[in-house]
């Protein structure tokens, strides 16, 4: 047997919508296998990962929740992937960002008016973006691998957001756990209804996401992304600037990843500890591949995403099934995205026999 | 001079991984493909090797096992890129992503299991050797393969017809593909070649440096192999300064904790990280030397047009 692609004359537009369907699908059909490889019921299993959680209120709140910083944070990877820059290092900047919006209600607990909670946004935004442009100014300027450079420095701030959490901001009255003293009221992300936890997170991931797919499809900068992310040389051509645009998109995903991380902070957990680094970061490369880099799409896709962690809790619970198995779907999910990307640009013919007997098939054909 | 010794030998512990790790890597670049997936191949070869060990008791089958499975987990990177094309850069993620994923599920049940530990060899005479005896001659296996590895790549890679014809693949795979040359049947061979070395070097992890299961336990190790292979600039011989450069760096961070400095302990943790992109801006900065030695088609998918 033998799989060989045939180029597609022209990218099929049907299968670029459906494709990331055909790839959630595929990717139940193998969690199904794996369900019941460990002795559970496939059809529980799938239900309680991709069903319960949506018709559950809690849960629907819980998805929210989760899906606001992996939307937050994919919109800004898929500008950086789209133009063809490799930033691994969201993690990173995600931290960072919750940090640095974190200082004002850590270092002037007491202050308490409307202008904390805007400040502490901006900052969490230019914490990230700077952190961020640490890679992106060491490819622009070095030529340094920037996949390997923006990694390390997931590592780095892991470490740094641990000591701060252990130490100089550790709350003293906080029975020795790690983490800063709970926000007042003005630094905190308001819930977007009294009862619910999901926050106006949700709200700005949207505009961002609107605000991303405005520029990447109708203004000048979309088109240099798009134009320098196919072809350096090209872009060079028509006079945009390979350098600056490794800058600017690092510096605005790691914008976004760091406003994830202080809408989390400041949204979700009231204070900074040592938990903040879930790996939304990773799972936002998912959601942005899923999404086929678009920011609307990268809406539904951040959904799906956090239903796999919602699912996996609820799984764990009702099905003892180990937590980890979130994360291998998740894996499965990638790896399945891009496989069925290829099917946009190729048609995959699958021959019995030799390579010469399907060589003989294509003359036929041909002929 | 006793404590210098033990010294040195933690350090060949702390660099014996990376050195597998980016033998195996270095092997791949140069046929071409960049496999992001070292890390994830390289947990999936440490919880087997633990498992293995654990359940049979002896440590060697633990390793083979881990040489075994972590290679047949890198098959899913080749079929995806070779076969269907794939983007490299994002499959090797995924590969990471779903080993970091599997591995924790199967180790779940090994946390703080006690551990089976491969035993340095002991050569009779020569290990009682004062000063040297123990650094060179009573070492575990896999530290003295991972010095034949590094030999035996280099020899592949620059001796031999084989090694001439990966490299040639790795720099033109058009020109390659023109001269008869099996580009995809040589990457795939490459790909595994590469996750049998994650393989291994996950096993030592797990069966000598700390002979535990501790989920994450590769923190990172797969990507500093991946920058060690562009800091050796893709040339295997190079690989053992970084290598043990690194497991210095590493050691080193220890030793000054247990000084008693007043340097916080994630400061210290963060070095090995540091020092990594310290050291890649630094070679990025010598143009020559990594223009010559880049496999030209690295990273690029090929599809042979007949």
New interface residues.
């Given amino acids: 047997m033998k799989?060989q692609?045939i180029?597609r004359s022209q990218p099929s537009n049907w299968l670029a919508l459906t494709s990331p369907l055909l790839a959630l699908a595929l990717t139940m059909v193998a969690g199904a296998i794996m369900f019941a490889l460990l002795g559970k019921n496939p059809a529980t299993g799938l239900y309680t990962y991709f069903i319960q959680p949506l018709l559950d209120p809690w849960s629907r709140d819980q998805i929210l929740v989760k899906a606001t910083p992996l939307i937050l944070i994919a919109i800004g990877l898929a500008i950086c992937f789209r133009s063809g820059n490799?930033n691994?290092g969201a993690e990173g900047q995600y931290l960072i960002g919750g940090m640095v919006g974190a200082t004002i209600p850590v270092l002037f607990n007491t202050w308490d008016s409307p202008m904390v909670l805007p400040l502490m946004l901006v900052m969490g935004i230019a914490g990230g973006a700077l952190y961020g442009a640490i890679p992106g100014f060491?490819k622009a300027k070095?030529?340094?691998?920037e996949?390997?450079?923006s990694?390390?420095?997931v590592?780095?701030a892991q470490?740094?957001v641990?000591?701060l959490v252990?130490?100089p901001w550790r709350d003293p009255d906080g029975f020795g756990f790690p983490g800063t003293k709970s926000f007042n009221e003005s630094a905190v992300l308001p819930a977007l209804f009294s009862t619910w936890d999901a926050h106006y997170g949700a709200v700005l991931a949207v505009i961002a996401a609107i605000i991303a797919w405005f520029v990447l499809s109708k203004t000048l900068k979309g088109f240099e992304v798009s134009v320098l992310g196919q072809s350096e040389r090209a872009g060079r051509f028509a006079g945009f600037r390979p350098a600056a645009m490794t800058i600017f998109a690092f510096c605005v995903s790691g914008g976004l990843a760091g406003l994830a991380g202080i809408a989390e902070v400041s949204g979700s957990v009231e204070k900074l500890d040592d938990k903040l680094s879930l790996g939304y970061g990773?799972s936002a490369?998912?959601v942005a591949?899923l999404g086929r880099l678009n920011p609307l799409g990268i809406i539904a896709a951040g959904i799906v995403l956090a239903l796999t962690y919602i699912g996996g809790e609820a799984a764990q619970i009702s099905m003892g099934l180990?937590d980890?198995?979130?994360?291998?779907?998740?894996?499965?999910l990638?790896?399945f995205v891009?496989?069925c990307?290829?099917l946009i640009h190729?048609r995959?013919q699958v021959t019995a026999g030799s390579a010469s007997a399907a060589?003989a098939a294509?003359a036929e054909g041909a002929g | 001079m006793e404590v210098w010794i033990s010294i040195l030998i933690s350090v060949c512990a702390a660099a014996t991984p990376l050195l597998i790790a980016a033998t195996g890597e270095l092997v791949v670049e140069r046929s071409g493909v960049l496999n992001?997936g070292v890390e994830g191949m390289m947990i999936i070869g440490a919880v087997t090797a633990f498992s293995t060990a654990q359940v049979t008791g002896n440590p060697y089958l633990g390793a083979l096992a881990a040489i075994v499975v972590a290679s047949a987990f890198s098959l899913?990177f080749a079929f995806?890129t070779l076969?269907?094309?794939?983007?490299q850069?994002?499959?090797g993620?995924?590969?990471t992503?779903?080993?970091?994923?599997?591995s924790?599920?199967i180790g779940?049940g090994f946390v703080g299991a006690p551990g089976v530990k491969m035993e340095a060899l002991s050569i009779p005479l020569l290990s009682d050797l004062p000063v040297v005896g123990s650094l060179l001659f009573g070492q575990d296996l896999i530290f003295y393969a991972s010095w034949a590895l590094v030999f035996g790549v280099w020899w592949f890679l620059f001796k031999t017809k084989s090694g001439l014809k990966l490299r040639s693949v790795g720099d033109n795979h058009a020109s390659a593909h023109a001269l008869g040359l099996n580009v995809i049947g040589i990457r795939y061979c490459a790909v595994l070649f590469g996750g049998a070395c994650a393989g291994l070097a996950g096993a030592h992890l797990s069966l000598v440096y700390v002979p535990q299961w501790v989920e994450g336990m590769t923190?990172?190790r797969g990507?500093i192999a991946?920058?060690l292979v562009?800091f050796a600039s893709w040339r295997p011989g190079r690989l053992l300064i970084g290598a043990y450069l690194f497991g210095a760096v590493t050691i080193g961070q220890f030793h000054v904790q247990a000084q008693g400095l007043q340097i916080?302990a994630?400061?210290l943790?963060?070095l090995p990280?540091?020092a990594?992109?310290i050291v890649?801006?630094l070679i990025?900065?010598n143009?020559r030397l990594t223009m010559i030695n880049t496999p030209a088609s690295l990273g690029k998918s090929f599809?042979p047009d007949?």
């Avoid at chain 2, 992503?97 to 599997?102: N, S, T, V």
């Fill in positions: 799989v692609l180029k490799w691994i060491l070095f030529n340094t691998n996949i390997l450079t990694l390390m420095l590592y780095v470490q740094f641990d000591w252990r130490g990773f490369i998912i591949f180990s980890r198995a979130a994360r291998v779907f998740q894996g499965l990638l790896f891009l496989a990307d290829t190729y995959i060589r294509r | 992001l899913i995806m076969t269907l094309v794939t983007n850069v994002a499959t993620l995924a590969l992503i779903l080993g970091l994923g599997l924790g599920m779940q923190a990172g990507w991946l920058a562009v916080p994630q400061f943790a963060s990280y540091l990594t992109i890649l801006v990025a900065r143009r599809v007949r």
